[in-house]
C-alpha cells in the first residue's frame, strides 16, 4: 500500500517535472499534490504545516490552517434535515427492499394491479420505519454524546488576552496551545511543548484509545529551548512539519523548525493523543496538530463490524429458491390464465372486453408477483436481526461468561454471527495469555552457566496456587477495564490519586487474604505472586558476597560480574514505569536532597577511579543534573533512597530514616576503607561495601527488609515478563526505583542508589524479538548495551568468542542445557545478554541512529535498522574480550567495529493455566472441534503446555516436523502422512474403540511451517493436519497465524475460530470466520479487532457449546419457520388460483392478508429464534458430542428445506381444501370462504411452532394469546366497522357472521388437526428415535447418555454411539 | 443492519470522559435472574410420551363422534336440485336457453315439472344456483363502488373507476355500477305445488329477509335526502344490461326497492366459487304438523332471462332445508370420522412401538 502511494507519488512529480521542489519549501498547504517529497526523494506522503496561533504569526496561521478541521466532531451519520433522504437511500441498497419496491410500484400499474395501491406499501413502509427508527435513536445518542463531548471545557491560550481562557472542545483550533492539569483529558492531538515534570516528561494513560492501563511516556520535544522553565506561548515561533491526519496510533512523523533554522525531529514519543488522560503530571502544555476528526484516535474510531455468517449466506440460496418457486407460481398462474380465457367464446362476465388470452395472461403473471409477494420474507432479514439481538442481550447476560475479578462480561463486538459459534470446526488459539494466565512469575535462572533452581520459589508458586484453590479464589487478575467509558468518568474526578485506577481494585481479596494489608498497592501486571520471589539461597550468598567479604565462598570476580550485569540488566532492561501508590509522581522531593558538600563529592568520585570523572563529556552530563545530583550521592546509602525517588511518604521512609540516623558514621568510615580495595577489581562492579549490620543479617531478614522499604513502588510494565524480571531483581535487591527520560535510579546491593544515565530504548520489537536499552554505565562510565530477549535470538547471534572460547563455549553450552531444561518444564525464557561500547563507535552509531530519529518518512524502518545495528554488528567481532556472545552474519560491513557482549544469563519465567483450561480443550474435543494452538514461543514450551492444558495426552503419538530445508521439508511431509495413513489403517484393521486413543499431534516450527504454505507443500501440509488430532505451531510469527488460519479456512472449508489476547494474535483473529479476544493482560488491540471478547479462556465452552448451539439451532429453525410460514400461506392463495380462473384474486381482505405475516405471526417466531433451547444448557455442557450436530449443518442442510417446504404444501393444501369441501357448492361469498382458511391458517402456523418449540414458557404463551387476539380483534374490528374502508371489497359483517355460524368452528378444528398430524407424528416418533423423545424426560436420557459414554472406553468410540442415538 | 450496534455506546472509542457518573459504583454483574440466565420454568411440549400418545387417542375419541354426529346431521337435511338451464333439446327450457341473449327485449317463459319424494319439513330455503360462473375473478370482484351502494351522493353521479367499463352509460353515471351490478341474476322463479287434483297452488315465497342484516341495514342504502327514488336515481343511468332500472325493482315494496332491494344484495355478494348457489327465496313453515313442502308434484314456472351458455354455464334451482351446521355437506362428517381414526390408528401404533423400544432400551443398556 505504501509502496503503490509512493509510486503513484513518484509518478505525479514526474508528469509534474517538478522534482526539486521539495516539501520543505515554506507554507505548503496540504490540497496540493506535488508537495510531497523529500530532499532525500525517498520521503512521500503529505504533510501539514502547523504554525503556532498565538497571534504572532496570524497570516500564516490563517494561510495555512484554513483546511485543517477544527475541534468540533460530529459521529453523527445524518443531520435532521438529511436523515430521511439518506437513510432512504442507504436503507435501498439491499436487495429485499429494492425488490418490494418494485412490488410496490407494479401495483401502480393498473392493468396488473392486484390490491389497493397503499397496502402494497405496507410492509415495505413498515420495514424502512423500523429500521429507520433504530438508525435515528442511534444516531440521536451519538448526537447526544458528540454535544457533551464538544462542550467539554479546556483551556487554551488567546493571543489576544496573552494568557490562557476556558473554551470549550469544539473551538480549539489547530495551533492553539491548550493547558492540561493532571487527569485532564486530553481534547486533540497535541506536540507536548512543556511540562512541569523537570525531565520533560508527562505520562498518558491511554485506556480511552486502546484500553491498556499501564502509563505511557511522552516527552517535551527534545532540544526545545524552553524546557525546565515556564513556557510562554507568545514566545513559541517555531513551525510545525507533520504528515497528514492518519490512523496508526503508534506512528507519528515531523519536524519542528525553529525560527533560527534548527530543525528537530518529532515522533510519536512527543505526542498527546486525543482522549487519552494526564497523569502523574501537574501541568502540561501542548500545541495542537490534529483537531476533531483528524485526530488518531477518531481515525480509528470504527463502529462494529460486520460479517456475514454462513447461515446467512445458506439463506440467501434459500431465498433463491423460494424465487424461483415464486416464479413457476406465477407462470402457473399466467399459463392457467390464458388456457382459461381461451375456452370462452365470448368475453366472459362482462368485464374483459378485448384483452388477448396471451396477453391477459402475461399482466396476470405480474398480478401474481404482487399477491404472491409474502413468498419472499421482506420481514426476515429484520426479523433474524431481532433475533441476534435478543441473543446478543442473552449471551451478553450470562452470568457464567462473567468475571468477577475483572468485573467484565463477555462484550459481543460482532453482532450478526451468533450462530456461527455453533458451527466451529477448528480452534486457533494462541498460549501465552489465553491457555495461560500471562501472569508471569520468576521462577529460575543461570548466569554464568550456572543454574540457579529456586526451590524456594517452586515450593512458594505452589503454596499460592493451593492457596488459591481452597479459598476458592479462582485467579487474580488486574482489572483491566476496557471499558473506556467507564474509565473515563473516573478520570474525571481530579483529586484522587494519580496512580492508575486497576492499581486501587487489582485484586483487593488476594492482598487482604494473604497480606491482611488494607491498602493494596499493586501496578499494572503485578500480582502479588509476581512481586515475592524467593531469592535462591546459593545466588543470596553470592550477592551477599558484595556486600560481605567475609563470607567464606568466594566467587570468581568474573561470574559476580555477571551476575550483578544480570540483576541490573534485569531491573534496567525494560520499559517499566515506577509509580507509587500514594503520591503523584509530578511532586519530585528533589528539594529534599540531602545536600553534600562539593569536596566530599569530589572525594567520592575519586574512590570510583576506575571511572574518571572526567570522562563524561559534559554533553552527557548537561541533560540531566538530576542524574548527576544522584551519582554524587551513590554512596548515601538509604539516606539516598528520599533521594529523587518517589518513595517519600509514609512510614516506610520514616523507618528508613531511623535506619539511617543509627548508623551513618558507621557505614561511612567503612566506605573508605572498603573503596581502596575495590580499584583491584578491574571490571565494571567493583563497588562493594560491608555493612556490618547487614551482614549477619540472614537472607530472609535482607529480602524483607527490601520489600518493606520498597514495597511503595508500583511498575507499570507493558508486558508481564518485565514486570516479572523487574520484581525478580529487586528481590535480589536490585531494585528499580524510578524513570525519567534520560536516567534510571536502581538500588543495587551493596552499593545503594545508583542513577544510569539512560541513552537510548531500542524499543521491543516481534521481528526482533528482543529489546534493548544503551546506558552508560554508572559506574565505569562506559556505554553499554544490555538486550534482553527470545533465546533463539540471542543465543543464535552468539558467536564464540576468538580468545577464551572454551570457557565462553562451555557457558554457552551449559545456558543452553539450562534454556532446554526450562522449556521442557514449561517455562518461558529470555535471555540476558550485554556489550560494551567504545565512544568513538557509540558516536557512529549515534549519528545514524539520530539521523534515522529526526526523519520524518520511514523512521520505523530506519529506526529498526539502527537497533540491529546497535544489537548485532557492535558484538559481531568481539574478539579481544574473551566474554563475547556474538552475533551470526547479518551485517557484515560493520565489521570494524569492535566490541564485546557479556552473555549474562538467562532466566525462566513461569506462566500458570488459566483455569479449567484442560477441562475446556476436552470438551471442545469431545464437541468435534479441533483444537490447534499456535504460539510464538519455543517447541518445547508449547508441548509443555500442551501436555499440561491436555491438548496432548500420552498416548498421542508426537510428529515433530523441523526442517532444515524445503526439500527436507517436502519429504517430511510424505513420511509423515504415510505415518499416519498407516496408523488409520491400522485403526481400521483392529476396528475397536481401542486404538482411538492413540492419535497424532503434528508440532511444527515456525520455520518448517513457512515452508509449508508454501503452494507447493501446502495440500501435503494440509493433509497431514487434517488426519492431525491436534497441530502445534510454535515460534510462529502473527503473519504465520492468519495464514494458517486462512488455509484451513478456504481450504478445507470450514468454520474457523482464532482466539487470542495480544496484538500478535489480531491478524489472526480477523482472518477467522469468529474471532474472540481475551480481554487479559496485554492491551485490548485483541479485543478490540475481534467479534467476541471473553475474559477466560474456559468461557469458550459454555459460548460455543451452549450459546454457539443454541443460537444455531435457534436461527436455522427459525429461518426455515419462516420460510415455512410464507411457502404455507402463500400457497392458500395459490390453490385459490384454480377457482377463480386464474385471474389473481384472493379470498382474504387485502389487509389482512400483508398483515398476516407482517404482524399477526411474526412474533412467535421472534420468541422462538431468542428463546427456544432445543437441549437444556447442562445437558449441553455436558455432553459436548451433542455440538457436532450443527458443525455439519445437519439442522439446516438443503433436504430439511424441502421437507420445510413440502410440508408448508401440504399444510396448505389441507388448508384449503377442508374449507373447499365444506363449502363447495354453498352460497357462501369471497370474503366468508377466507375467514376459516385464514382462522385456520393462523392455528395451523402457531401450533406448528408449539410443536417445533422445544420448551414452552410463559413468554410463549403470552406471545401465542397476542397473535391469536390480534388476528381476530383485527378482523372482528374490521368486519364491524369497516362499512366503505376498504373498497372495493368490504368485510363488514363478514366474520362476525362467520363465527356466529357452527360450521365455521367445525371447519377450523378439521383443518387444524388434520394439517398439523403428519408433523406431529413424526416429531414425535423423530424424537422417539433420536431417543431424546417422548420415552423419558430429558434429565433421565442424558444421565443414560452420560453411563453409556463412561461405561465405552474411549471418547472416540462414545462418540460414535451417541452419533448414532442421539444426534440420529 | 439492526443490530449494528448493541453495545456500540461502550465502543465508539471516542467518549472522551464525557460522561460523568456511576462507573464506579456500578458492579457489571449480570442479574442473576431466571429471565437473563435462560432458566424460566418451561414445559417441553412433545418430548414426554405422557403428552404424546393420550393426545392422539384423546383426539381420535372425540373427531369419530363428532363426524358420526355431523354425517347424521347431514343426512338428516333435505335437498332437491333441478338444473333447468336448458341446454339439452328435450329440457323445457331448451328454446329459451338457444335463443336468449342480454339483448332479447321478449320474456322468454318455460316451465319444469318435478317431483318431490320426501316431504319438506321446517323452513325451506330455495336457491338459485350458477355453475362455472366466476363471480370470484379479480376484475368482476372489484367492479363495484361500495360508496355510491352506501347511498354516498358524490359516489351516485360520480362512482369510483373500478367500475369502467360499467361507469357511465355516455355521460350519465350508472347506477349502481360495475360490471357485478350489470350481471345482476334476473330469471324470475315461481314454485306451483301440483296437487292430487292437478290443479296449480301457488308456493308462496317469502322474498324479504333472504340478506344479510348488515348488508340491508348498514351497507346498502338508498341514496340520502330524498324518498321518492326515482327522483333519487334521476340523475343515473340503468346498468346496461338491465331491462329496468334500479328504483323499479321491487315497486311494491319501498323497503325493498332500489339498493336495498335483497335479491340485489344477495347478488352483490360475489360468490367464493365457480360453482355457486344464491338464496332466492324463503318458504316459510307452516304452522301445525302440515311439511312446508309436502311430496308430491311441483311445477316450476322460469322467466328466463339470464344467459348463461356463452359461458357453458348451468342454472339450477335448488329447494333445502337447514340444521345447526348450514346446508347438505357429507364431507366434513366423513372427513372427521377418517381423520379422527387416523390419530386412533397412530396411537395405538405408537404404543406399541414404544413398548418394543421401551424394553428394548433398558435391556440394551445393561450388557453393553
Not at chain 1, 459521529?75 to 442507504?90: A, C, H, Q, R, S
Not at chain 1, 567495529?897 to 475446556?920: A, C, N
Not at chain 2, 417441553?44 to 363422534?65: D, E, H, K, Y
Amino acid at each position: 500500500m505504501e509502496r503503490l502511494r509512493w509510486v503513484q507519488q513518484c509518478c505525479r512529480q514526474l508528469l509534474a517535472g517538478d522534482s526539486r521542489r521539495g516539501w520543505y519549501s515554506d507554507g505548503l498547504p496540504t490540497s496540493s499534490l506535488l508537495n510531497t517529497h523529500s530532499p532525500r526523494g525517498r520521503v512521500c506522503g503529505k504533510q501539514r504545516t502547523v504554525f503556532p496561533r498565538n497571534g504572532r504569526h496570524q497570516q500564516d496561521y490563517e494561510r495555512v490552517s484554513r483546511n485543517y478541521k477544527s475541534n468540533a466532531i460530529s459521529t453523527t451519520k445524518y443531520t435532521f434535515l438529511t436523515f430521511i433522504p439518506m437513510n432512504l437511500f442507504e436503507q435501498f441498497h439491499r436487495a429485499a427492499n429494492l425488490y418490494f419496491l418494485f412490488l410496490t410500484l407494479l401495483n401502480w400499474v393498473p392493468v396488473v394491479e392486484a390490491f389497493q395501491k397503499e397496502i402494497t406499501m405496507i410492509p415495505l413502509l413498515l420495514v424502512l420505519i423500523i429500521i429507520a427508527i433504530k438508525d435515528a435513536l442511534e444516531d440521536f445518542r451519538r448526537y447526544l454524546f458528540d454535544k457533551k463531548v464538544n462542550n467539554n471545557v479546556v483551556r487554551v491560550f488567546c493571543g489576544t488576552q496573552k494568557s490562557y481562557v476556558d473554551q470549550c472542545w469544539k473551538n480549539v483550533q489547530v495551533g492553539d496551545f491548550v493547558h492540561l492539569s493532571c487527569n485532564e483529558i486530553i481534547p486533540a492531538d497535541m506536540l507536548l511543548l512543556y511540562s512541569s515534570d523537570p525531565h520533560g516528561v508527562c505520562y498518558i494513560e491511554t485506556a480511552n484509545l486502546d484500553g491498556e492501563t499501564n502509563l505511557k511516556q511522552r516527552q517535551v520535544v527534545s532540544d526545545f529551548p524552553l524546557q525546565g522553565e515556564e513556557f510562554t506561548p507568545e514566545s513559541f515561533h517555531s513551525r510545525i512539519e507533520c504528515e497528514n491526519p492518519n490512523n496508526d496510533l503508534s506512528r507519528f512523523r515531523g519536524y519542528m523548525e525553529h525560527s533560527n533554522g534548527v530543525r528537530v525531529g518529532l515522533h510519536s514519543g512527543n505526542l498527546l493523543l486525543r482522549s487519552c488522560t494526564i497523569r502523574n503530571t501537574e501541568t502540561v502544555v501542548g500545541i495542537v496538530v490534529y483537531a476533531g476528526h483528524e485526530t488518531k484516535a477518531m481515525m480509528n474510531n470504527s463502529g462494529p463490524r460486520y460479517k456475514r455468517s454462513k447461515l446467512e449466506k445458506h439463506l440467501n440460496t434459500d431465498i433463491l429458491w423460494c424465487v424461483v418457486l415464486l416464479f413457476v407460481m406465477c407462470l402457473t398462474a399466467a399459463i392457467g390464465h390464458g388456457l382459461w380465457m381461451n375456452s370462452f367464446k365470448e368475453s366472459i362476465f362482462q368485464v374483459d372486453t378485448e384483452t388477448p388470452p396471451a396477453l391477459a395472461g402475461f399482466y396476470i403473471f405480474w398480478t401474481m408477483v404482487i399477491v404472491l409477494q409474502v413468498l419472499i420474507p421482506i420481514s426476515l432479514y429484520v426479523s433474524i436481526e431481532i433475533v441476534k439481538l435478543g441473543q446478543i442481550y442473552f449471551i451478553h447476560n450470562d452470568l457464567s461468561l462473567y468475571n468477577k475479578q475483572l468485573d467484565s462480561r463477555i462484550q459481543c463486538r460482532a453482532l450478526n454471527i451468533t450462530e456461527d459459534l455453533g458451527q466451529i470446526q477448528y480452534l486457533f488459539s494462541d498460549k501465552t495469555g489465553t491457555l495461560t494466565e500471562n501472569k508471569m512469575v520468576f521462577r529460575r535462572c543461570s548466569i554464568f552457566g550456572v543454574e540457579y533452581p529456586h526451590e524456594e520459589n517452586a515450593r512458594r508458586l505452589e503454596v499460592y496456587e493451593s492457596e488459591n484453590t481452597e479459598t476458592a479464589v479462582c485467579s487474580v487478575t488486574l482489572k483491566s477495564g476496557y471499558s473506556g467509558k467507564s474509565l473515563s468518568c473516573r478520570s474525571l474526578s481530579c483529586n484522587r490519586s494519580s496512580v492508575s485506577l486497576h492499581t486501587l481494585t487489582a485484586e483487593p481479596m488476594e492482598e487482604d487474604q494473604l497480606s491482611g494489608h488494607v491498602q493494596p498497592r499493586t501496578g499494572a501486571f503485578c500480582s502479588r505472586m509476581a512481586k515475592e520471589v524467593v531469592p535462591d539461597p546459593a545466588l543470596g550468598r553470592k550477592l551477599n558476597w558484595l556486600t560481605n567479604h567475609s563470607s567464606s565462598e568466594t566467587p570468581s570476580s568474573m561470574e559476580l560480574t555477571y551476575i550483578t550485569d544480570f540483576f541490573l540488566a534485569l531491573a534496567i532492561c525494560n520499559s517499566v514505569v515506577v509509580s507509587s501508590p500514594n503520591q503523584p509522581r509530578h511532586v519530585i522531593p528533589e528539594e529534599r536532597t540531602p545536600l553534600k558538600s562539593l569536596e566530599e563529592v569530589k572525594l567520592m568520585f575519586q574512590r570510583f577511579s576506575f571511572s574518571p570523572f572526567s570522562a563524561l563529556s559534559p554533553s552527557q552530563i548537561k541533560g540531566s543534573p538530576h542524574s548527576l545530583k544522584s551519582r554524587l550521592f551513590i554512596r548515601g546509602k538509604r539516606g539516598s533512597l528520599t533521594l529523587s525517588t518517589p518513595v517519600s511518604n509514609t512510614t516506610d521512609v520514616s523507618s528508613s530514616s531511623q535506619e539511617n540516623d543509627s548508623k551513618p558514621d558507621l557505614s561511612a568510615r567503612e566506605e573508605e576503607e572498603q573503596d581502596v580495595e575495590d580499584q583491584e577489581t578491574e571490571d565494571d562492579l567493583k563497588d562493594t561495601q560491608t555493612n556490618p549490620d547487614e551482614a549477619r543479617q540472614s537472607m530472609q531478614d535482607l529480602t524483607k527488609q527490601v520489600e518493606e522499604i520498597t514495597d511503595e513502588l508500583v511498575y507499570e510494565a507493558e508486558s508481564p515478563d518485565e514486570a516479572a524480571l523487574v520484581h525478580a531483581a529487586r528481590a535480589y535487591r536490585c531494585t528499580l526505583r524510578g524513570r525519567s527520560a534520560e536516567s534510571l535510579l536502581v538500588d543495587l546491593p551493596g552499593i545503594g542508589s545508583l542513577a544510569i544515565q539512560l541513552l537510548h530504548i531500542l524499543p521491543f520489537d516481534s521481528n526482533r524479538k528482543r529489546m534493548s536499552v544503551v546506558v552508560r554505565h554508572p559506574l565505569t562510565g562506559q556505554v553499554v548495551v544490555f538486550t534482553k530477549g527470545a533465546d533463539s535470538v540471542i543465543m543464535d547471534l552468539a558467536e564464540s568468542p576468538t580468545d577464551q572460547t572454551e570457557v565462553y563455549s562451555h557457558i554457552k553450552e551449559k545456558t543452553q542445557k539450562h534454556l532446554d531444561a526450562y522449556a521442557r518444564e514449561g517455562l518461558r525464557t529470555l535471555c540476558i545478554a550485554k556489550k560494551v561500547l567504545k565512544e568513538d563507535e557509540y558516536d557512529l552509531w549515534l549519528k545514524a541512529h539520530m539521523l534515522a530519529e529526526s526523519s520524518i518518512e520511514n523512521r520505523e524502518e530506519l529506526l529498526l535498522e539502527s537497533a540491529q545495528r546497535l544489537e548485532t554488528n557492535l558484538t559481531l567481532l568481539g574478539s579481544h574480550c574473551s566474554s563475547d556472545l556474538n552475533h551470526s552474519i547479518s551485517e557484515l560491513k560493520y565489521q570494524h567495529l569492535k566490541r564485546m557482549r557479556v552473555f549474562s544469563g538467562t532466566t525462566g519465567i513461569v506462566d500458570r493455566l488459566q483455569e479449567e483450561v484442560p477441562e475446556t480443550i476436552a470438551a471442545l474435543q469431545r464437541a468435534g472441534i479441533k483444537v490447534w494452538v499456535l504460539t510464538g514461543d519455543k517447541q518445547e514450551t508449547a508441548i509443555n503446555i500442551a501436555y499440561a492444558c491436555k491438548l496432548l495426552c500420552a498416548s498421542d503419538k508426537l510428529l515433530t516436523a523441523n526442517c532444515g530445508s524445503k526439500d527436507a521439508c517436502a519429504a517430511l511431509f510424505e513420511d509423515l502422512i504415510l505415518e499416519v495413513q498407516g496408523g488409520e489403517s491400522l485403526t481400521a484393521l483392529t476396528g475397536n474403540g481401542e486404538s482411538m486413543s492413540s492419535s497424532f499431534i503434528l508440532v511444527i516450527d515456525g520455520r518448517t511451517l513457512g515452508w509449508a504454505l508454501e503452494d507447493e507443500l501446502r495440500s501435503n501440509f494440509l493433509e497431514l493436519s487434517r488426519r492431525c488430532k491436534a497441530v502445534i505451531c510454535c515460534r510462529s510469527t502473527p503473519l504465520q497465524k492468519s495464514q494458517v488460519v486462512q488455509l484451513i479456512r478456504d481450504h478445507l472449508g470450514v468454520m474457523t475460530l482464532a482466539v487470542g489476547d495480544g496484538a500478535n494474535d489480531v491478524s489472526m483473529i480477523q482472518v477467522a470466520d469468529v474471532g474472540i479476544g481475551i480481554s487479559g493482560q496485554e492491551g485490548m488491540q485483541a479485543v478490540m479487532s475481534s467479534d467476541f471478547a471473553i475474559s477466560r479462556f474456559k468461557h469458550l465452552s459454555k459460548l460455543l457449546l451452549v450459546h454457539g448451539h443454541w443460537c444455531y439451532s435457534r436461527l436455522a429453525n427459525m429461518i426455515q419457520y419462516f420460510i415455512y410460514k410464507n411457502v404455507m400461506y402463500v400457497n392458500l392463495l395459490f390453490w385459490y388460483q384454480f377457482f377463480c380462473g386464474f385471474s389473481g384474486s384472493v379470498m382474504t381482505n387485502s389487509w389482512v392478508l400483508i398483515l398476516f405475516n407482517l404482524i399477526f405471526t411474526s412474533a412467535p417466531p421472534l420468541i422462538y429464534g431468542i428463546l427456544n433451547q432445543d437441549l437444556p444448557a447442562d445437558a449441553l455442557m455436558e455432553l459436548p458430542e451433542l455440538y457436532q450436530d450443527a458443525q455439519t449443518s445437519k439442522t439446516f442442510v438443503p433436504y430439511m428445506f424441502w421437507i420445510t417446504v413440502l410440508d408448508a404444501f401440504y399444510q396448505s393444501l389441507v388448508c384449503f381444501f377442508v374449507p373447499y369441501f365444506a363449502y363447495a357448492g354453498s352460497d357462501v361469498g369471497v370474503l366468508s370462504f377466507g375467514s376459516p382458511i385464514n382462522a385456520s391458517a393462523l392455528f395451523i402456523i402457531l401450533l406448528h411452532q408449539v410443536i417445533e418449540s422445544n420448551t414452552l414458557t410463559w413468554i410463549h404463551m403470552v406471545v401465542l394469546v397476542l397473535s391469536c387476539t390480534s388476528y381476530f380483534g383485527f378482523v372482528l374490528l374490521l368486519s364491524g366497522f369497516c362499512v366503505t374502508c376498504s373498497p372495493p371489497v368490504n368485510p363488514l359483517g363478514i366474520e362476525l357472521l362467520q363465527m356466529s355460524h357452527s360450521l365455521f368452528y367445525i371447519t377450523c378444528v378439521l383443518t387444524t388437526v388434520a394439517a398439523l398430524l403428519p408433523r406431529y407424528a413424526h416429531t414425535h416418533t423423530h424424537c422417539r428415535n433420536s431417543c431424546t423423545g417422548s420415552v423419558f424426560p430429558l434429565g433421565a436420557l442424558y444421565n443414560s447418555l452420560i453411563i453409556k459414554s463412561f461405561t465405552l472406553t474411549t471418547p472416540g468410540d462414545a462418540n460414535v454411539v451417541i452419533t448414532d442415538t442421539a444426534i440420529h | 443492519m439492526m443490530a449494528s450496534s448493541y453495545n456500540a455506546k461502550e465502543e465508539d472509542g471516542h467518549h472522551s470522559g464525557a460522561s460523568s457518573g456511576t462507573g464506579l459504583s456500578k458492579n457489571k454483574k449480570p442479574d442473576n435472574t431466571a429471565f437473563k440466565q435462560q432458566r424460566l420454568p418451561a414445559w417441553q411440549p412433545i418430548l414426554t410420551a405422557g403428552s404424546v400418545l393420550p393426545a392422539f387417542f384423546v383426539i381420535g375419541l372425540i373427531f369419530i363422534p363428532i363426524g358420526i354426529g355431523l354425517y347424521v346431521t347431514s343426512n338428516n337435511i333435505k335437498e332437491f336440485e333441478i338444473d333447468y338451464t336448458g341446454v339439452s333439446s328435450d329440457s323445457p327450457c331448451y328454446n329459451c336457453a338457444k335463443n336468449f341473449t342480454w339483448n332479447t327485449t321478449e320474456p322468454c317463459v318455460c316451465t319444469v315439472n318435478f317431483t318431490l319424494l320426501q316431504p319438506f319439513e321446517s323452513n325451506v330455503f330455495m336457491y338459485y344456483g350458477l355453475s362455472n360462473f366466476y363471480q370470484n375473478h379479480r376484475r368482476y370482484v372489484k367492479s363495484r363502488d361500495d360508496r355510491q351502494l352506501n347511498g354516498d351522493l358524490s359516489a351516485l353521479t360520480d362512482p369510483s373507476k373500478e367500475c369502467e367499463p360499467y361507469r357511465k352509460s355516455g355521460d350519465v353515471s350508472i347506477a349502481p355500477c360495475g360490471a357485478i351490478a350489470n350481471s345482476l341474476f334476473n330469471d324470475t322463479l315461481v314454485l306451483y305445488y301440483v296437487d292430487s287434483n292437478n290443479s296449480k297452488i301457488e308456493v308462496p315465497l317469502v322474498k324479504k329477509g333472504i340478506a344479510w342484516w348488515t348488508d340491508k341495514h348498514v351497507k346498502f342504502r338508498n341514496p340520502a335526502g330524498n324518498s321518492n327514488l326515482t327522483l333519487a336515481f334521476r340523475d343515473t343511468a340503468k346498468p346496461v344490461n338491465w331491462a329496468k332500472p334500479v328504483y323499479e325493482l321491487d315497486p311494491s315494496d319501498p323497503d325493498n326497492n332500489g339498493f336495498i332491494n335483497e335479491d340485489f344484495i344477495v347478488w352483490m355478494r360475489t360468490a367464493a366459487l365457480p360453482t355457486f348457489r344464491k338464496l332466492y327465496r324463503i318458504i316459510q313453515k307452516k304452522s301445525g304438523t302440515t311439511p312446508t313442502l309436502p311430496n308430491g308434484n311441483y311445477m316450476l314456472n322460469i322467466t328466463y332471462n339470464y344467459p348463461v351458455l356463452s359461458f357453458d354455464g348451468r342454472k339450477r334451482m335448488i329447494l333445502s332445508t337447514i340444521s345447526w351446521m348450514g346446508g347438505k355437506n357429507p364431507f366434513l362428517g366423513i372427513a372427521y370420522i377418517t381423520v379422527g381414526s387416523i390419530c386412533f390408528f397412530l396411537g395405538v401404533v405408537l404404543l406399541i412401538i414404544h413398548h418394543k423400544y421401551d424394553n428394548r432400551n433398558t435391556s440394551a443398556d445393561i450388557p453393553s
